[in-house]
């Protein structure tokens, strides 16, 4: 199988706070790729951009262009384990929003505040 990877990701010191959950974020959905997007196919394409604007805000977003997540997909009724993980780090680790969308594929997108993984608040 061939798959294309296209990573954008803004040279940017992170805090370990941010850090640790956005590995383990990118992590779980990178394998949720390979496992569920491309099956039956023989190639596909995968992109991962974390980016970060001025006021301290970070986008990341993980998507691909395989099968796209099945038909009634919500992933806040998500029963299963990873997903489940994904929007508590997105959404109570990191205090963001989560959001995720199919147009030919799968895209997940993320958006946070530089601090908030942070623990001083
Ligand atoms: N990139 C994707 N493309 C297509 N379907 C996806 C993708 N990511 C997730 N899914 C769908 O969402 C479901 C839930 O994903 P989730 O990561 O929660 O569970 P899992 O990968 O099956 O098991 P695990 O708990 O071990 O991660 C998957 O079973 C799959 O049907
Ligand atoms: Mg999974």
Redesign the pocket.
Known sequence: MRIARVVRVDDYPFPISVAVPVGLIIN??L???L???FSGRGEGKIEVSLATSEGGRINLAVS?D?????PG?DINE?????????KILAEDQLQGTLEVTSDG??T?KMEFDMGGGGSAG
Request: charge should be positive.
């Open positions: 779980e959905l394998s949720n790729t496992k569920h997007a691909d395989g099968v796209g997540p099945p997909f998500s029963k299963t384990l990873g997903l489940r993980l994904v594929g799968a997940f």
